[in-house]
């Protein structure tokens, strides 16, 4: 009996302790500095995603935001770092499919379990993928791409910045729902893929605005429709391609991840706060710079629920284009 009562006891500290850790870790959250992993070299999309909300968020949490760089293994390096670091939330990822929900279909061996080792927060940023065409072909939309192409009498060849980039199954995706002859060509990101762009040598990107600006500022390409569902506030020109191919859109998203065990309490904080943070004009704006346009999850499930989706459809366009994991 006074066995049973001394563990009883037990049992009944240990609760106690694991809620006023909950509690106190609610209401004193953030007392450190918070690092935010950008899996990504400074200057790119990603990284200019997570400087848009860096600064307003430490006002807002009173605390420094730390905005920490580190690319490497197609940014799974980064991911590995947060999914090894400890869930107290002062570790965060800034992540893109890439390093999430493609890397488990397309990488044999990862060191890190993107579904056990990280916990989805949020959806903070669209990515904007865009078309686009060597100008010196006269297309100016779509239908034009789509005419000219059945027209071709060769293999349509579309650049991308590596095999299994989004840029690369993104074009798959377009090659499977239009049933045209394309062929990859996989180049060491999406700089060097433009410049052979403008000068003919390929006939087709999928690319991200943010890749593509230089180059379009030059007039030597064009872009003829967005890669989104649905057409773009900054780039209002510029159609959906499901507005002409029904069924075909793909969103490239920037999305914050924490480690496993991070409270919920300190999950919501965050969402609430970065909610707040990124719905003002100057985070906008800075985006918009970027070539990126605010997307915010509605809910915590709802980033989830989208994760989970998400990876059934890569899953099938990869299987579809017979790529192989490494």
């Keep these: 009996m006074l ?24 209401d004193t959250y953030p007392n450190q500095p918070i690092k935010m992993i950008v899996p990504f070299p400074a200057g790119g999309a ?3 995603a997570a400087r848009a909300i860096s600064d307003p968020l430490s006002d807002k949490l009173k605390q420094n935001v730390v905005i920490d760089n580190r690319p490497g293994a197609g940014s799974r390096l980064g991911t590995e770092i947060v999914a ?6 002062y570790t965060l990822l800034v992540a893109t499919p890439a390093s999430t929900t493609m890397a488990p279909l397309l990488i044999n061996k990862l060191n890190y379990s993107p579904e056990k080792d990280l916990l989805p927060l949020m959806r903070i940023s669209e990515i904007v993928n ?7 072909r006269g297309i100016d939309n779509v239908s034009d791409f789509l005419a000219w192409a059945k027209k071709w009498n060769a293999p349509i060849k579309y650049g ?16 499977q729902t239009t049933g045209l002859n394309l062929v990859h060509i996989p180049y060491k990101g999406g700089g060097p893929a433009m410049i052979d762009l403008a000068s003919g040598d390929i006939d087709v990107s999928f690319t991200t605005y943010a890749a593509a600006s230089a180059v379009l500022n030059s007039g030597r390409i064009k ?8 057409r773009q506030p900054f780039l209002p020109n510029l159609p959906a391609i499901n507005e002409t191919i ?21 999950r919501e904080k965050l969402f609430k706060e970065i909610t707040e943070i990124s719905k003002s004009a100057d985070v906008r704006a800075k985006q918009n710079k970027a070539g990126l346009e605010v997307s915010l999850s509605n809910s915590i499930s709802e980033f989830e629920k989208d994760l989970r989706e998400e990876k059934i459809r890569w899953s099938k366009i990869i299987k579809e284009a017979n790529i192989k994991p490494e």
Aim: glycine share 8%; aromatic share 8%.
């Design 3 to 26: 066995r049973n009562h001394l563990l009883f006891l037990k049992i009944i500290c240990i609760v106690f302790l694991n809620n006023a850790n909950l509690i106190q870790a609610k």
């Design 46 to 48: 990603l990284d200019s």
């Design 84 to 89: 090894n670091a400890s869930g107290d939330g």
């Design 130 to 136: 865009i078309m686009v065409v060597p100008t010196s």
């Design 160 to 175: 991308s910045s590596g095999v299994g980039s989004a840029d690369h199954l993104i074009a798959e995706f377009f090659k």
């Design 223 to 230: 872009a003829i429709a967005v890669l989104t569902s649905s």
């Design 246 to 266: 029904p069924g075909l859109s793909i969103s490239n998203w920037a999305g914050i991840f924490t480690p496993k065990n991070t409270p919920l309490e300190v």
